[in-house]
């Protein structure tokens, strides 16, 4: 169950969604992101010899292939204290400066909420 109190039903999924990912592939960090149209796209990190992505990086590509053309928020779940400069990077250019990131811990409790700018 994700303990993330204060945040609304959206948010709420999307940090579960994040820790759902990171727990069933067993990585080190789950991310999801919430387009303009309400769709969400859950990834977990990729570590392969020729490509390296952090969760959130991967879901923003997720959506971008997708064909989102915005974001309203995202979230990680992760053993990091706060969301890379990188990761802030891949969301702000899909979603604006502005963009919520939610930043949760492996046992679901709301860490940290950054905005992408």
């Excluded at 991310?31 to 990729?46: C, F, Q």
Aim: proline fraction near 3%; charged fraction near 20%; hydrophobic fraction near 45%.
């Amino acid at each position: 169950m994700t303990e993330s109190t204060g945040l609304g039903a959206e948010d709420r999924k999307i940090v579960t969604l994040a820790r759902s990912a990171r727990a069933r592939n067993g990585v080190p960090e789950g991310a999801a992101v919430r387009d303009e149209t309400g769709r969400t796209y859950v990834a977990g990190t990729v570590h392969l010899e020729s490509l390296r992505l952090s969760a959130l990086r991967t879901a923003v590509a997720m959506a971008v292939a997708s064909g989102a053309t915005s974001l309203e928020a995202a979230a990680v779940v992760s053993e990091a204290q706060a969301p890379s400069d990188e990761d802030l990077a891949a969301v702000r250019d899909l979603g604006g400066a502005g963009t919520p990131v939610l930043l949760a811990g492996p046992d679901g409790v709301l860490r940290l909420t950054v905005t992408a700018g």
